[in-house]
């Protein structure tokens, strides 16, 4: 046995007397050899993230003191686990119990039988929040990220990754931010195709951008169905990698802000029917500049259909940007600071491509 370490179980339940099992499976992980329990967080109950899952989950985070290395307690849990009645059967269907080794000390494991931190931990809300009951210091060991900012990124969701989808990534945030030029470097860094926005082909953009009203209503069509078309669940092949420099919702954005109240009620009429067709987005990287930093960029950039923009049009934009997310429940969404973050240093952008791949594709799963 090794020196003495912290770790956390994440422990559910959705058959039988959940609460009581829980607590026996708590009991049993006290008599452990070399292991003590510290602390237990309050149970919450969940729904089953997958059609198969069966009833609700009864859901709790358990912390440990132990001298028994991954494995070793990796083992001990599923002997816990078929001492209370488990058998494994389909992926994602219902359990007596289900022990989750989630952190072990500073360990990292990645391995046929254990991976460590575990996998998906960071996609549900119910873990992190367990977590974060007992200790919120807690740092994520591979995304050197706190478990306080990957908790914010869900908004209070649990999320799993079905390997069967696109993995669309799109990126969100203000002109100027920097869009393009991160979805160009994390598809390049993933393998991925980027998939970019048509504002030099639009038609009726620089004549907007100059002044004609008239044509928002043909510019926000344009857009709409190029967007939709782009973004098809039809056309995005199953597991493959994509970046989008936009995100689709961004639609409802820009039109109330550039159509007058007829246009408007006829763009929602059309939107309606290509709403359903896009592939449901699976990670958003939300970019942040200041306002007067974003339009600094706009001006020097110098595209001449971008010469009107004004600093409170950009101030409009940034707070319903805000609104958006506020109640965003699509996917997990990531803030990066392009002021802090450079878009065109390997370091930066190699340390957020290494946080979108957990995001789309972890190495292991979180069942319940």
């Known amino acids: 046995m090794s020196e003495p370490v912290v770790g956390y179980i994440g422990l559910g339940s959705n058959l039988g007397d959940r609460a009581q099992t829980i607590k026996a ?42 001298r028994l290395s991954p494995l070793e307690l990796l083992d001990r849990l599923m002997q816990i686990e078929s001492q209370l009645g488990r058998v494994r059967t389909a992926r994602w269907g219902p359990r007596t119990i289900d022990l989750d080794l989630l952190l072990l000390g500073d360990h990292v494991v990645n391995a046929e039988a254990l991976v460590l931190p575990h996998p998906q931990m960071h996609l549900r809300s119910f873990v ?84 004609r009203g008239e044509l928002a209503l043909d510019c926000q069509l344009y857009f709409l169905v190029h967007r939709a078309g782009q973004l098809a669940k039809d056309r995005l092949g199953s597991g493959k990698i994509y970046v989008a420099d936009y995100v689709f919702q961004q639609e409802q954005i820009y039109a109330d802000m550039l159509l007058d109240p007829r246009q408007l009620a006829l763009y929602r009429q059309i939107h309606q029917r290509f709403s359903d067709m896009p592939a449901r987005c699976m990670l958003v990287i939300w970019l942040h500049a200041r306002p007067k930093v974003c339009l600094d960029r706009i001006i020097k950039r110098g595209r001449p259909y971008e010469s009107c923009i004004t600093l409170g049009w950009l101030d409009s934009l940034a707070r319903r940007y805000e609104g958006l997310f506020r109640d965003w429940t699509v996917c997990p969404v990531i803030r990066l600071d392009t002021e802090q973050s450079d878009v065109n240093s390997d370091r930066d952008v190699m340390d957020l491509a290494r946080q979108v791949e957990w995001y789309i594709s972890p190495p292991g799963g979180l069942e319940g």
């Open 25 to 66: 499976a708590i009991r049993a992980l006290g008599e452990l050899e070399g292991t003590e329990v510290l602390g237990i967080s309050s149970l919450v109950e969940t729904q089953p993230l997958h059609p198969r899952g069966g009833d609700a989950y009864l859901n709790a985070v358990v912390q440990i003191r132990t």
């Open 128 to 211: 992190l929040q367990g977590l974060l009951e007992l200790d919120r210091g807690l740092v994520h060991p591979v995304l050197g990220q706190p478990l306080e900012v990957l908790a914010a990124r869900l908004n209070g969701k649990d999320y799993f990754v079905d390997p069967h989808s696109p993995k669309l990534v799109c990126m969100a945030g203000l002109i100027g931010v920097g869009k393009t030029s991160w979805a160009r470097a994390i598809a390049s860094r993933l393998g991925g195709q980027v998939l970019l926005e048509p504002y030099d082909s639009n038609p009726f953009l620089a004549e907007l951008y100059a002044g």
